[in-house]
């Protein structure tokens, strides 16, 4: 044509120049440019062919450049050019210049055409500029079917359910697209009644109509429901496309049901949709969800147009498999990361206790200068309280504080469990109070936190605030509730909120609920009472539950009942080392060493390893481990000096070690040798000498602590002047000048009584955290419990002299010459 000057022949040219827009769609633009560009005069339908081609390819700016051009050549525009530019105004999401397009439509005249306030009302909508839209909307003066449905497709995408029913219950006739547009929504919103109840009034369906209920039923997690859908959109012969495939493979994912999954599969190779992307890294998702790892490796690798989801999907799907080293290799092997790829790596180390890798990645991420999102916060605050890593968790907190993030219910509950289980109530009270939902989870994080720091009064507290605010609780509150009645020894409270939980709440009991109530029975020396809770129990115990008796067995030294449960529980789970260990140190304290020796040999034979006592400090912003005897660590030297200088001071203290926790026969020496180098006692040495005062010095152990070594912490406390937090196995001990505090309890024991101290040596044990006045009278004993007494906070009880004489005057005792006087901390008694 342009040798023949048929170029010239503007018809000719416009014909050219469609054919070649519409015959290539996927092609880029520069032939037909170059066609245009060879034109003097081009009139408005080449204009028009040519920003509607543009914005087929989603390059809606040379749209937008081309009707400035039109302008400057003075070319006229038409109604079919105005609803062009408001398509390309939504798809570059700027109202601006939707607005400036309006205007203009206005002085054109063209605002009484039904067509282009439609693209207009479309525009407003997408933009998110819903009052422009509806304004739009109701001033239009014809409406037509597309009218109401771009106005209706507003309210679907803002999710706004009341005006977007409203919009539909007033449309003089209804489509199936209008139809298909709420039952969408009603699945993002979770209304899968609704849904449901408008996909069978439907007279007609078509594909997007199942597709959108399969998907409804994907989102709210009702994958047997999407599943059963989609054979009967098989059975109602409805073709298939890659978004319902999509939708059915997730659900086969989460309900891992892999042969499914694969008929699913072939059933997309036979009609011809494998090749797309989305539904490539869906079969990569599915099988690697339901453990088909190597299928999924090979779909990954014969993939062509790979892309970030793709590569997303296999991480994660190592992740799920347990092959965290090839989930990280494919990690670095990507080109490109996005923050769902840091994200899926981070949280893969988190969920496979690889704490210290997940803080490692995490300064990494910040480097690469990628924002977290909730997910990774979620998952290194994690990391940080496993790894007693404080100061990083509130750098992570000060990070959240500082980029404006907002502290919602999940990461807020996540903050104050860090804060809890490291120590720092204050800090966890704080993020608490300034969180705007507070959930049920957010609530539980608090009662079981102030429990486990030995605040189980402030844990009950908690709980009736808790009621008061309407949040109703759930098993998980009840588990909180009940460990701090454990904690105080409050039988008869313990008792009460067991019942109202079945009673008020309509709340089964779970086997944790009846271990809580085993475990408070048995710290308060009704042993029997215990066990005939376990065998009453509706399912069977499980051996948490047996390993609370058997704790309180050793505890009251119950021998022939714990060597009973002991046994039972090593031939109910052979390979658990706790409870073999337990029950040849019941043996030991009895000196019964061909008894313990027997355990031993029955661990050896059947392969039973004891997991080591590990201790874990942070200093200067590195975690430093020590296992017990550990000679490893680069500061040995030091340590050792500090140990000898602890051993010292502690014997000039009265400190003597307890001996009766070395389960070995070997001679004394050795015994208080090996006491001496318990990891939590490596651990604190170090922290004398690392850690400055007045910073405490902060521990956790996976183990529970020892009795010598709770013992030691006391007289460490005193003879040092140093606060020491440790948290163990089951909550926190906080020493501080010779005590474990708040566990204090002051103990009047009168002389006519002194013979009886023995047999009630059991319900003293009942005030286990809380401190309180305990006295004999008149044949009964009197324990009046208080939230704090002033001698807790750090002065010498001698000093607290008219203190005691006020208490004793409050009961009814005249002179303080008439008792005896013991201060005890709980754990000893």
């Not at 054109?108 to 819903?130: E, Q």
């Not at 180390?349 to 979620?378: C, K, N, W």
Request: charged letters at 20%.
């Amino acid at each position: 044509m342009i040798l023949t000057g048929l170029i010239a022949d503007t018809f000719a040219a416009s014909r050219l120049i469609k054919f070649s827009t519409d015959l290539l769609p996927f092609i880029d633009m520069s032939y037909s440019f170059k066609i245009f560009a060879f034109l003097e005069s081009p009139n408005g339908f080449i204009f028009n062919t040519m920003m509607r081609a543009y914005i087929q390819r989603n390059v809606p700016q040379k749209a937008i450049c081309l009707y400035k051009l039109m302008l400057n050549n003075n070319v006229g525009v038409d109604n079919y050019t105005y609803p062009l530019l408001a398509q390309a105004s939504a798809l570059r999401l700027s109202v601006f210049e939707g607005k400036l397009i309006h205007d203009h439509v206005l002085k054109a005249g063209f605002d009484s055409d039904v067509y282009v306030n439609n693209t207009l009302i479309n525009m407003y909508a997408v933009c998110g500029d819903l009052s422009a839209a509806h304004k739009l909307f109701d001033e239009s003066p014809v409406l037509d079917l597309v009218s109401w449905n771009s106005i209706l497709a507003g309210y679907v995408n803002a999710d706004n359910v009341e005006e977007a029913k409203f919009i539909y219950n007033k449309m003089p006739e209804r489509n199936i697209i209008a139809s298909n547009s709420m039952i969408v929504l009603f699945g993002r919103k979770g209304n899968v009644a609704e849904a449901c109840r408008l996909f069978k009034e439907m007279p007609k369906k078509d594909l997007v109509s199942w597709s959108a209920l399969i998907s409804c039923y994907e989102q709210n997690e009702m994958y047997e429901e999407a599943l059963v859908l989609f054979m009967n959109m098989i059975d109602h012969r409805v073709m298939v496309d890659e978004v319902v495939v999509v939708s059915v493979l997730s659900a086969c994912a989460n309900l891992t049901v892999v042969k499914t999954g694969t008929s699913v599969h072939a059933l997309a190779v036979k009609i011809g949709i494998e090749c797309y992307i989305n539904l490539q890294n869906a079969l990569i998702h599915m099988y690697s969800s339901c453990g088909e790892i190597t299928t999924a490796e090979k779909l990954f690798d014969a993939g062509h147009n790979l892309d970030l989801i793709s590569w997303n999907s296999m991480i994660s799907g190592y992740l799920k498999c347990g092959s965290v080293e090839k989930a990280r290799a494919l990690f670095d092997a990507m080109i490109e990361k996005d923050v769902v790829s840091w994200s899926t790596m981070i949280s893969g180390y988190a969920q496979h206790d690889q704490f210290s890798e997940t803080l490692s990645l995490f300064m990494d991420m910040q480097h690469h200068g990628i924002r977290p999102d909730e997910a990774t916060l979620v998952s290194v605050i994690s990391a940080c309280t496993h790894l007693v890593a404080l100061d990083q968790g509130k750098w992570i907190h000060a990070y959240i504080r500082k980029n404006g993030l907002k502290i919602n219910s999940i990461l807020g509950t996540t903050l104050i469990d860090m804060y809890m289980k490291l120590g720092c109530v204050d800090n966890a009270l704080e993020v608490f109070h300034g969180m705007e939902e507070k959930g049920v989870s957010s609530w539980n994080a608090l009662i079981i936190g102030f429990a486990m720091n030995g605040l189980a009064d402030k844990s009950l507290e908690m709980f009736s605030e808790m009621k008061k605010s309407g949040v109703t609780p759930n098993e998980i509150t009840f588990v909180g509730v009940l460990g701090a009645c454990r904690h105080m020894g409050l039988v008869d409270e313990g008792h009460r909120h067991f019942n109202s939980m079945i009673q008020e709440h309509r709340l089964e009991p779970n086997s944790k609920h009846y271990g809580c109530m085993v475990d408070l029975l048995g710290r308060a020396g009704m042993l029997k009472e215990a066990e005939e809770l376990i065998e009453s129990m509706p399912m069977s115990p499980d051996v948490a539950t047996w390993g609370a008796l058997l704790g309180a067995c050793k505890k009251h030294g119950d021998h022939e009942v714990g060597e009973r449960v002991g046994r039972k529980l090593v031939e109910l789970q052979p390979d658990h080392d706790g409870f073999h260990v337990l029950l040849s140190n019941i043996h030991a304290s009895k000196g019964r060493w061909d008894d313990v020796l027997e355990v031993r040999g029955m661990m050896v034979r059947r392969g039973v390893v004891k997991i080591p006592g590990c201790s874990m400090i942070e200093a200067n912003g590195i975690i430093h481990e020590f296992l017990a005897g550990d000679r490893t660590h680069p500061q040995i030297n030091e340590i050792d000096n500090m140990l000898d200088e602890m051993a010292k001071k502690l014997k000039l203290e009265g400190y003597a070690p307890d001996t009766l926790e070395v389960a070995f026969d070997i001679d004394q020496e050795e015994k208080e040798t090996t006491l001496f180098r318990h990891s939590e006692k490596l651990a604190i040495a170090f922290g004398l000498i690392t850690i400055s005062p007045p910073n405490p010095i902060r521990i956790m152990k996976n183990l529970r602590i020892c009795n010598d070594c709770h013992t030691a912490a006391k007289f460490i406390s005193r003879a040092f002047d140093r606060e020491i937090v440790v948290r163990d196995r089951h909550r926190f001990h906080h020493f501080k000048h010779g005590s474990c505090l708040p566990a204090i309890m002051l103990m009047f024991i009168f002389p006519s009584s002194k013979d009886l101290w023995q047999q009630q040596i059991a319900h003293l044990e009942i005030c286990d955290v809380r401190p309180s006045i305990v006295v004999y009278i008149d044949g009964s004993l009197l324990i009046l419990n208080f939230m704090r007494v002033p001698f807790v906070n750090h002065v010498p009880f001698v000093n607290h002299v008219p203190f005691v004489n006020h208490i004793m005057t409050a009961i009814d005792v005249k002179h303080m010459d008439e008792a005896s006087l013991l201060v005890a901390d709980s754990e000893d008694a």
